[in-house]
């Protein structure tokens, strides 16, 4: 059955981008008759807030949105545990500056639009028993393509050459990001990923882990960022306002589903049902 995924970090208050993105989901997996999965990524437990877990389900509710499971990252370790011993890794004790340093007396640095690792603990030699050690991947050399359903675009990139070995557990021992999200999404059946188009770029990395690890690679969907006056990205960080405040300030649900839509349609109305926006959303996906 298709299944699409919202995945949101409680690490605070949802703004609208994040609102936006589960809109876009939900439309997308029920447009076709789908399941949807509200799945937190928790893992890196030290930026977590408690109260965003609720705070995030109210927010979703109150939009109108449902979803038919709900999963939490941090109680799946040993899935990911279990991935990574099917991986070749090797042990990373570099720290940034070492590895900037590295970079940097490479062979023609800097290589492109980000910073390549350059192998430095690839090498026995450069290893270092007495630090904590991240588990990086021996990349494929070899050219990975994926291609988006939003915009039609596709992307391909030598993962050895245009990003280098990456990391897939920290230090610390918290699983990276690309490992947990790549084995969730198998497990839980997704087939379609639609995300923020700053994830756009990682989507070749997360399609080798999928090849290297035997599993299918779901159809993507990047949606542009909403920005703020200031032309950037939407971000708690950046002071975006919460969409508990609307909530709880009397705002209409109705109108704001209108201005999420519509702020990628180009057509928005005063008030707009969720069975208006599915057949829109069937319409020109």
């Known amino acids: 059955m ?11 208050e949802m703004h609208l981008g994040n609102l936006r993105t589960a809109l876009l989901a939900w439309l997308q997996a029920r447009s076709v008759g789908g399941r949807v999965i509200l799945r937190f990524e928790d ?3 030290g930026r977590v807030r408690q109260p965003a877990y609720q705070s995030t389900r109210d927010d979703l509710h109150w939009l ?14 040993d899935l990911y545990a ?6 070749d890794t090797y042990p990373c004790a570099c720290t940034r500056s070492e590895i900037q340093a590295s970079i940097q007396a490479s062979v023609g640095a800097p290589h492109g639009p980000e910073a390549v690792y350059p192998g430095t603990c690839s090498d026995l030699k450069n290893r270092n028993p007495d630090r904590l050690a991240a588990l990086r ?17 596709t992307l ?12 897939l557990r920290r230090g610390d021992g918290v699983y990276a990001y690309h490992l947990a999200v790549v084995v969730d999404d198998f497990e839980m059946g997704i087939t379609d990923v639609l ?4 994830l756009w770029t990682a989507a070749p990395r997360q399609a080798a882990l999928q090849q290297a690890l035997g599993y299918p690679t779901p159809a993507y969907w990047h949606v542009p960022l909403m920005q703020d006056f200031r032309g950037e990205r939407l971000a708690k960080r950046g002071g975006a306002p919460s969409v508990r405040a609307l909530r709880e300030g009397g705002a209409d649900p109705a109108v704001l589903r209108a201005e999420l839509a519509g702020s990628l349609y180009g057509k928005t109305g005063e008030r707009t049902s969720l069975d208006e926006l599915l057949e829109h959303f069937s319409q020109n996906s």
């Open 2 to 12: 298709p299944t699409g995924r919202f995945a949101p970090s409680p690490t605070g």
């Open 43 to 45: 893992l890196d437990t």
């Open 64 to 77: 109108g949105l449902d979803w038919d499971a709900e999963y939490r990252q941090s109680e799946r370790l």
């Open 82 to 87: 279990a991935a990574l011993e099917k991986l």
């Open 137 to 153: 991947w021996h990349v494929p050399d070899e050219r990975i393509c994926v291609s988006d359903h939003w915009t039609g675009e």
């Open 156 to 167: 391909c990139q030598n993962l050895k050459s245009e990003v280098g070995d990456f990391v």
């Open 195 to 198: 995300r923020g188009a700053d």
